[in-house]
């Protein structure tokens, strides 16, 4: 699927002319963009330490950051394949339940969710008729809910099988959701709400920042800030939907920035140094984490 979607995106830019916008592009905005990506990151492995704290684990910082480094490398081969290696770094180094761990990055994701909702309120606040239109197209309310439905149900379907199973599976399946749910609470027994707010906030304003850095890299682009939400939500989903966004990525933020105006081949040329700027990013930070990884713990 990602080598279709590269190739669709290389037939509306040419790898000759995508060259030359690389030639051209401004390093100093990119590098401020992931000055801003990495501070991100950073401020994620703090935060991570407010969830585990009421759990009784004060993890070294060092680990969390190289955790959290390594979960996006591993997002990258396999999208949702982070979380879980997360919580296994943690579970092999500081000895916290692979459940619990887990649990408190399942309560970060929904922080992070609802950090989304609000961005794109306030997108839906600033492009407002735009927005309507889009959802208004795509629009199919019995598939929505049937979508639900069936997932209630399947849900309902498996805490039953859980509660009442005794085979040896089961037993093991209810210590985990009872880890699992002591992680995720634990963002209600927090006694730094307040920091753990600020971060997920600062968090997120790296995300878009690090978005708009990188628009001026490229001469002669101008995005207004609706623009910009637009498309850092698009390539948000693009990101959530495969692994890494690869292929995907240029192409959903190409198509949000010609609602502005922006040419297809310019749209999709940003949307290929943004990727390529971040995934780098990650690859070389994320591989540098995990051969770091054992050498920090090697007396553990």
């Known amino acids: 699927m990602g080598g279709f ?36 990151h950073l401020s994620r492995a703090y935060r991570w330490k407010f969830l585990l704290q009421p759990l009784g684990y004060q993890p070294k910082f060092l680990n969390s950051i190289l955790a959290v480094l390594v979960a996006y490398l591993m997002n990258i081969f396999l999208p949702r394949a982070g979380e ?11 000895d916290i339940p692979f459940e619990k761990g887990f649990g408190t990055i ?68 209810k210590k985990f959701f009872s880890g699992l749910k ?7 027994r927090m006694k730094n709400k307040w920091a753990f707010l600020f971060h997920t906030v600062f968090i997120w304003v790296m995300y878009v920042a690090m978005f708009w850095a990188i628009i001026p890299a490229i001469e002669g682009l101008e995005v207004p800030f609706g623009g ?11 990101i959530a939907a495969t692994n890494g966004g690869v292929g995907l990525y240029p ?6 920035l010609s609602l502005f105006g922006i040419d297809s081949v310019t749209g999709n ?6 990727w390529t700027s971040q995934t780098a990013m990650v690859i070389v930070f994320g591989g540098l984490s995990f051969l770091l990884l054992p050498i920090y713990n090697k007396n553990t």
């Not at 598939?143 to 040896?168: P, V």
């Not at 040329?269 to 943004?274: D, K, R």
């Open 251 to 256: 192409i959903a933020v190409a198509s949000a």
């Open 84 to 94: 879980v290696t997360r919580a296994a770094v943690m579970a092999n180094y500081e």
């Open 106 to 173: 399942v309560a970060e994701r929904l922080a992070d969710l609802l950090m989304m909702l609000i961005v794109v309120s306030i997108a839906l606040f600033v492009q407002f008729d735009f927005i309507l239109n889009l959802v208004a197209k795509d629009f199919n309310p019995s598939k929505i809910i049937g979508t639900i439905i069936g997932g209630i149900l399947l849900f309902i379907i498996f805490i039953r099988f859980i509660k009442k199973g005794k085979s040896k599976f089961a037993r093991k399946l």
């Open 5 to 40: 979607l590269v190739w669709y995106s290389l037939t509306i830019v040419s790898p000759s002319e995508l060259v030359l916008y690389f030639k051209n592009a401004n390093y100093w905005w990119i590098s401020m963009g992931l000055v801003f990506g990495i501070l991100s």
């Open 182 to 188: 002591d992680g995720v609470t634990s963002i209600l």
């Open 228 to 238: 910009i939400l637009i498309g850092f939500i698009a390539g948000g989903f693009s």
């Open 269 to 274: 040329a940003f949307g290929w140094i943004m």
